[in-house]
């Protein structure tokens, strides 16, 4: 079954910077990956999906890589404000019909 | 509303009890999961339904865990005999289209708040 791997450990960037974050999946190329952003004790929030047959996708300052060759996906913030602060998690499908994340990636952006 | 609900938002049981948590998704969404997630873990897959299809369970760590989803809409998730490690919060999602490239917003998944359940 397929999986995903985020690192687990905290990112701090200063304001202003690109914040980068790695996503892995284990095993076949999934047809799509995900992001979701989520704050303390709320639920997590959809922000970008990219298809196997997309290279890069962006939106506003959030910019998503998928390579299949490495089984990689990367999530990249620029110009990050304090406000961007919070765990970035990544999701497939498995199976095809159910979405699994990773264990996400905290990211602290200081001012 | 418009979003996904889930009731309670907080529970204190005791061990041994049983719970049932409460999820209403957004109107005319398809699919429906359940998910885990323990503090500073990530999301553990529980328990997945879609239209009128027998549930995915796969994800479900023992029997007594079980959940329903009535009428195609409101799902509820039981926990019999609740233990310390059931502890968690159980966030329920929905999506219009699960698992295919239907078009624009395939696969998206909306989230509620979660309910946290905390068992003494």
């Known amino acids: 079954s397929q999986k995903i791997e985020q690192n687990s450990e905290a990112l701090n960037i200063q304001e202003g910077k690109t914040a980068t974050l790695t996503c892995n999946y284990t095993?076949?190329?999934?047809?799509?990956l995900q992001w979701y952003r989520q704050d303390p004790g709320r639920g997590p929030v959809f922000l970008l999906l990219i298809r196997e047959n997309e290279k890069e996708k962006r939106k506003e300052r959030l910019k998503v890589t998928f390579d299949t060759t490495l089984k990689q996906s990367l999530f990249h913030i620029t110009a990050s404000q304090p406000a961007d602060s919070a765990t970035y998690l990544c999701?497939?499908?498995?199976?095809?019909?159910?979405?699994?994340f990773g264990a996400g990636t905290r990211l602290f952006v200081k001012a | 509303g418009a979003g996904v609900s889930q009731s309670p938002s907080n529970k204190v049981t005791e061990k041994g009890k049983d719970v049932e948590l409460r999820c209403d998704p957004i109107s005319g969404h398809t699919a429906l999961y359940w998910y885990r997630q323990s503090l500073g873990q990530g999301l553990e897959f529980l328990i997945y339904?879609?239209?009128?299809?027998?549930?995915?369970k796969s994800g479900l760590p023992s029997d007594r865990f079980s959940a329903e989803r009535t009428g195609g809409s409101v799902s509820t998730l039981t926990i019999q005999r609740t233990q310390q490690e059931d502890s968690a919060v159980y966030l329920c999602a929905s999506s219009l289209i699960s698992g295919g490239l239907a078009g624009r917003g395939a696969g998206e998944l909306f989230f509620g708040e979660g309910s946290r359940l905390t068992v003494l």
């Open positions: 339904f879609q239209g009128n299809s027998a549930p995915d």
């Open positions: 095993n076949y190329s999934p047809a799509y």
């Open positions: 999701a497939t499908i498995d199976g095809g019909f159910k979405t699994i």
